[in-house]
């Protein structure tokens, strides 16, 4: 969508990114009230995104202007986030918020989702901005970080897990750059560890709620009594064991015969990955492409991807207690328990990583064939009802 008007930017309060008629310039919306200006560029093939200010501090005329100052610079090789030596000399001084602003910019681009900077802006604004924000670079010491940390490390540890790495690396570029002498306040080896309790004792790691799979069939056969495109999507994530992500961002192109490849940028582990299509996922696509025969999405309303939440809330209605996430650890138990596959097969059908260094450097096929088999048989199971049959004997 090309937004032409300050009246269309300001009523623009879908999340996403928009166009603004200046090549690479965007309007990204997280909420109605958080809109950011964006311009993306490369220079020798690497992808930057460059923040203009945020919406309506920032108007459209504003943005525009602001990004074809900075395409100028770009055409005269000048890469307007690289931080200009004035401005991170040790005669600016600079104070913890700006710096680490600044930090942020200038990594993301090796973020492949834009999402990275907004967890870490929300984390330093909500948690460190606050008490260090305002202090300069030098100044700030482990107490000054344990006031940081300590409000929120028992009851929002995750957080404050990431929050201390984010503010280490923060404080050790400055280090790095020549801002700061001495040593890392939020390093947490022999350091913080010896403050604050162990992350592991006080925080458990909580697992995506997963459906038994001796419960997969009637859990099938309602998602079938829903005649909508969630459900479609849903059942299809099941056969194939896939995450949300790649499922709602799957666009038809990427399916060929009975293969779907989809491209790293959408899998967790950054690489390319094929997945088998069995019959039944094959039929769910084409009852899809007909309700929607125009769009580039499989699943799609309108033209337009079916949302993030859609099969979670479709999932929690027909059960409360899983997740989508979770069939991906019905698949593996089912896998382990109810077949003789070897576990690296399931593993690689959910697209895992290998840990194993060695067992990597051996393994470099995709056992596309192997695995086609499995999903097969997964997709019988889903089809059958062989742990609640009831047999009747003619008397």
Not at 21 to 35: A, F, P
Not at 82 to 96: G, M
Not at 254 to 273: D, F, L, Q
Request: glycine share 4%; proline share 4%; hydrophobic share 35%.
């Amino acid at each position: 969508m090309n937004l032409t008007t300050d009246k269309q930017v300001q009523n623009a309060n879908k999340p996403g990114r928009y166009s603004v008629g200046i090549t690479g310039l965007h309007l990204r919306v997280v909420t109605s009230n958080k809109k950011y200006w964006v311009l993306r560029y490369a220079i020798q093939k690497k992808r930057f995104d460059l923040a203009l200010g945020k919406y309506p501090a920032v108007s459209l005329a504003e943005a525009r202007k602001k990004a074809i100052e900075a395409q100028d610079s770009i055409r005269n090789g000048i890469n307007p986030i690289q931080p200009k030596p004035d401005n991170l000399s040790k005669t600016t001084k600079p104070k913890f918020k700006d710096f680490a602003l600044r930090c942020i910019e200038e990594k993301k681009g090796e973020w492949r989702n834009l999402k990275h900077a907004d967890q870490w802006i929300y984390t330093l604004e909500a948690f460190a901005f606050p008490t260090i924000g305002n202090k300069y670079l030098d100044e700030i010491n482990t107490n000054d970080v344990l006031a940081v940390l300590e409000p929120i490390w028992k009851t929002r540890t995750h957080t404050a897990m990431r929050l201390r790495g984010r503010l280490e690396w923060i404080f050790g570029s400055a280090t790095t750059r020549g801002l700061r002498d001495g040593m890392n306040p939020a390093v947490w080896r022999g350091h913080l560890m010896t403050v604050l309790p162990s992350p592991n004792k006080i925080a458990k790691t909580k697992h995506h709620n997963a459906l038994g799979y001796k419960d997969l069939f009637h859990f099938i056969r309602e998602l079938r009594n829903r005649n909508c495109l969630s459900a479609l999507a849903l059942e299809f994530t099941i056969l194939t064991a896939s995450r949300t992500g790649e499922v709602i961002k799957a666009k038809r192109h990427e399916v060929i015969e009975n293969i779907w490849t989809i491209p790293g940028e959408r899998m967790k582990a950054g690489k390319e990955h094929r997945v088998p299509i069995v019959s039944r996922a094959m039929d769910i696509l084409k009852i899809a492409q007909y309700s929607d025969p125009d769009s580039e999405y499989l699943f799609s309303n309108n033209g337009r991807p079916l949302s993030s939440n859609a099969m979670l809330q479709l999932a929690k209605h027909i059960n409360p207690d899983i997740t989508v996430h979770g069939f991906r650890s019905t698949f593996r138990t089912w896998s382990e328990e109810e077949t003789i596959h070897p576990d690296s097969l399931a593993k690689s059908s959910l697209a895992h990583t290998i840990r194993d260094k060695v067992d990597a450097a051996y393994n470099r096929g995709d056992l596309f064939k192997k695995r086609l088999n499995l999903m097969n048989e997964w997709a019988s199971f889903c089809e059958s009802n062989q742990h609640n049959i009831i047999e009747i004997k003619a008397a």
